[in-house]
């Protein structure tokens, strides 16, 4: 049997090749990566039962699933986007804000990250972030999981 499932405003960020890597990636990137915006998706975040009620409002509006992928796209969807899954920083998108509240910058260490970017061009690594003057390079490193380049 053939399920057929566009799982909400989540896979727009699947044809980008930043997202995270995992079991359940491939077949979630094969089957629904042609749906909404970027901007939507990375912003819903809900757990399991979440996203099984997504993917069964949204069955019969897009592309077909096999059952045997069902259970890796939503283990996928619930590990990366679920409701507790950190939210990446990808350093050379942020705006101010994000950087303030992402990673608990000041608005003057936010504006001169911003600076610095517009200047040198985009961040390769941490080690080009330890090279902007008047940030607290410690509140970064906290985070250092999260950031994408």
């Not at 890597?21 to 749906?35: E, M, Q, R, W």
């Not at 809900?46 to 099984?52: F, H, I, Y």
């Not at 350093?91 to 260490?109: G, I, P, Q």
């Amino acid at each position: 049997m053939i399920r057929r499932i566009v799982v909400g405003v989540v896979f727009a960020c699947f044809v980008r090749a930043d997202i995270p890597a995992g079991p359940g990636k491939d077949v979630t990137l094969k089957y629904c990566g042609t749906c909404h915006s970027a901007e939507q998706s990375v912003s819903l975040r809900q757990g399991q039962a979440g996203w099984a009620e997504t993917i069964e409002k949204m069955v019969g509006m897009g592309a077909k699933v096999p059952d045997e992928s069902y259970d890796a796209i939503l283990g996928y969807l619930t590990k990366h986007f679920g409701a507790d899954a950190p939210i990446q920083i990808r350093v050379n998108k942020a705006s101010a804000v994000d950087l303030e509240s992402l990673l608990l910058l000041k608005r003057s260490e936010a504006a001169a990250i911003l600076q610095y970017r517009s200047d040198h061009g985009d961040f390769k690594s941490i080690d080009d972030l330890r090279k902007v003057q008047g940030v607290d390079f410690k509140k970064i490193e906290a985070k250092k999981d999260l950031l994408v380049f």
